[in-house]
């Protein structure tokens, strides 16, 4: 490698950040329209071939997006899964292709526009047997309180098919972790008075959740569960340990205060956990700097004890997989991040494989049987 290093770069391009939503659109951050992006060379130097290739998969969680200098769409997306067994994804809302006109609370059904129509290609069969977006995951500022309704309702009609959950972000951090850049939400949102108006109104129309913050405030998302006992919630990326900043270098530290809090919040029976996700910037295992991407075998012992916890207070049949592709791309490739999972399992029952890599998410999402 030269003497430009990966951090050096993304510190001289002004996009080394927190992680979140492929280092910009950052999950809790404001970002730019210029995107980092994995190079293809470096990924290239850790080849694993995919493990048990007919173990169907769903993907619960992964973003498209076409930004200038970046863009992750459906032809990149089936590259990364083809190793795999992938029968369907769910999109997740990562703030692309919002509307350019209209009222400001509607412009995110743009997403959701743009997200059915990279499914309803997916669907052709054109482009093979997998189903992309046979979920979709938009957003939704509920602090509108009752007036979120009609943002609710435009963002079904615009897939009324496959349109499922709202995830507003409320993945707040202290200023030393998240590098001058202003957050998008306020601390504590999960507890707003305005927020829970208009979080009562996904029950009205049959919605579900994404709980996505850091594990400093995994005890808010707790009690939104059992203020709201009959709304599902998925939490994603394990509850957002961090791993950089003041707590850089802490990560027993962060283990010990992040158990109890799962451990609360797997009481509530109407949340459901994303497994994966933590290999973003802000977990800190600083892969992305490194001069060859890890192995499975590499992940695989960095993560099981986080992996195994969550499993264990969940059960496998309130658990699934989930890439967060492409921001965890920053670390390593999907091929080797399944096989991490499928390693990590080897001791389960064939039924709980099977909730945990496809029947949970089928489930959760409603999806139909592929």
């Known amino acids: 490698m030269s003497n430009l290093t990966r951090r050096k770069f993304f510190r001289q391009a002004g996009l080394y950040t927190t992680g ?33 290739p007919e173990l169907p998969i769903i993907d619960p969680h992964h973003h498209l997006w076409d930004r200038p200098g970046n863009h992750y769409l459906l032809e990149e997306l089936l590259q990364d899964t083809r190793e795999h067994n992938v029968r369907q994804t769910v999109f997740v809302e990562c703030t692309s292709m919002y509307r350019a006109e209209g009222p400001e609370e509607l412009r995110v059904v743009g997403e959701t526009e743009f997200v059915q129509g990279v499914a309803a290609m997916s669907a052709s069969g054109g482009y093979g047997e997998a189903r992309v977006a046979a979920g979709i995951v938009g957003s939704a500022d509920l ?5 979120v309704a009609p943002v609710l309702e435009a963002q079904i009609a615009a897939s009324p098919q496959r349109f499922r959950g709202i995830r507003q972000r409320a993945a707040w951090a202290d200023p030393s972790v998240i590098s001058n850049r202003a957050a998008v939400s306020p601390q504590h949102l999960l507890l707003d008075e305005d927020f829970r108006k208009g979080y009562a109104q996904l029950r009205t129309y049959g919605l579900s959740f994404e709980g996505w913050l850091y594990h400093t405030d995994i005890a808010d998302l707790t009690d939104l569960a059992k203020a709201f006992p009959d709304t599902t919630i998925i939490l994603n990326h394990l509850g957002g340990p961090i791993g950089i900043g003041p707590y850089a270098g802490r990560r027993d530290e962060v283990f010990a205060a992040w158990k109890p809090a799962i451990s609360e919040l797997a009481k509530r029976p109407n949340v459901v956990a994303k497994v994966g996700g933590i290999q973003m910037v802000v977990n800190g295992y600083g892969w992305h700097e ?16 986080w992996y195994l916890y969550i499993i264990d207070q969940f059960g496998p049949d309130r658990c699934m997989f989930e890439s967060n592709f492409p921001v965890d791309k920053m670390s390593c490739s999907y091929t080797v991040l399944w096989n991490q999972f499928k390693k990590l399992t080897k001791g389960f029952s064939a039924d709980e494989r099977a909730a945990m890599f496809h029947d949970t998410a089928m489930r959760v999402y409603r999806l139909p049987q592929v």
């Open 20 to 52: 979140g939503l492929a280092l910009t659109g950052v999950a809790g951050l404001v970002g730019t329209p210029a995107l980092a992006q994995p190079a293809p060379d470096w990924l290239a130097l850790t080849n694993e071939s995919a493990l048990e």
């Open 290 to 305: 490194r001069d060859r991407p890890p192995t499975s075998d590499q992940l695989l012992q960095a993560n099981k004890d």
């Open 143 to 147: 602090r509108l309180g009752d007036r």
